[in-house]
């Protein structure tokens, strides 16, 4: 119960604090696929992105079919839209398994979540959505701001202690993005969350192991193909040239009950 209040704790600071509460990507699948009916487990991740990201200068996102938000004249004067993409996260849950459903919930970052879904020996199905109905600041598009996804889990248990696997998933995640208002010469008002959300397909593998005491630890690959934006950059001479968004993370879960 002590571990089930500073989650909760955690989940209305950060939400009082105005960060963005919309921020999601899919939890870790190791943590998920630990069996645990007579404790609440415990899981903290720690997440580092790389491949195509917005921090690039030469280069944007640009999506076909998506509604962009009107902006008055006065706003375009008024304010500055910053967008970004994190390259590290980290996140936070709690689990419990009641015979083969599992069910839990946690933070992403600043951002509270529930998961829920089938954990066998060897078979998962992941349910998870951030918990924001309501609408963001938006700069490029306007509509309901959910995020989730379902995920598939395949676990080849190798002895008592090492495991192997492999997952699929569909979702919704959403990235960070700021907007901030200038007052003379320095901005102010970093408090409105703006987050750009997007639909990806992927998949990726994990192990996990328990080096010592109760401890398990997860690492995980995982790979993810942006369905929403393309990455346009400008090159002279050779026109516009459009890729694929692709990106690839690595996630070390610490699991105890």
């Known amino acids: 119960m ?10 209305v ?5 105005g960060c963005s509460v919309a921020i999601i990507h899919p939890p870790s699948a190791a943590a998920f696929m630990e069996k645990s009916e007579d404790a609440f487990l415990t899981n903290v991740s720690f ?3 790389w491949g195509e990201n917005l921090n690039k200068k030469n280069g944007l ?3 076909e079919g998506v509604k962009e938000v009107e902006r008055s004249e006065r706003w375009k004067e008024d304010w500055y839209y910053v967008d970004m993409e994190w ?7 709690l689990q419990r398994n009641i015979g083969y459903f599992k069910y839990g919930f946690g933070i992403d970052f600043a951002t509270p979540y529930v998961q829920a879904g089938f954990v066998s020996d060897y078979l998962g199905v992941m349910g998870w959505s951030n918990l924001c109905l309501w609408q963001l600041e938006k700069v ?4 309901f701001q959910w995020g989730g996804g379902i995920s598939l889990i395949e676990l080849l248990p190798i002895g008592d202690n090492f495991r192997i696997g492999l997952t699929q998933h569909l979702s919704r995640n959403a990235r960070e993005g700021i907007i901030t208002q200038y ?3 320095w901005p102010r008002d970093f408090d409105r969350a703006a987050p750009v959300f997007y639909d990806e397909i992927g998949g990726g593998a994990y192990v996990s192991f328990i080096p ?3 401890t398990r630890v997860g690492i995980e690959f995982r790979y993810g193909r942006d369905l929403t934006y393309k990455y346009v950059e400008s090159k002279s001479g050779d026109g516009d040239v459009v890729r694929d968004i692709n990106r690839y993370s690595l996630i070390v879960s610490f699991i105890s009950r």
Do not use: D
Request: aromatic share 14%.
């Open 47 to 49: 997440s580092a992105y």
């Open 87 to 93: 390259l590290v996260q980290f996140q936070g849950s």
């Open 13 to 17: 600071v950060a939400v009082l604090t």
């Open 2 to 11: 002590n571990r089930l209040a500073c989650l909760l704790v955690l989940i």
């Open 61 to 63: 996102y640009v999506a």
């Open 140 to 143: 490029e598009h306007a509509y």
């Open 212 to 214: 010592f005491g109760k």
């Open 183 to 185: 007052s003379g010469a």
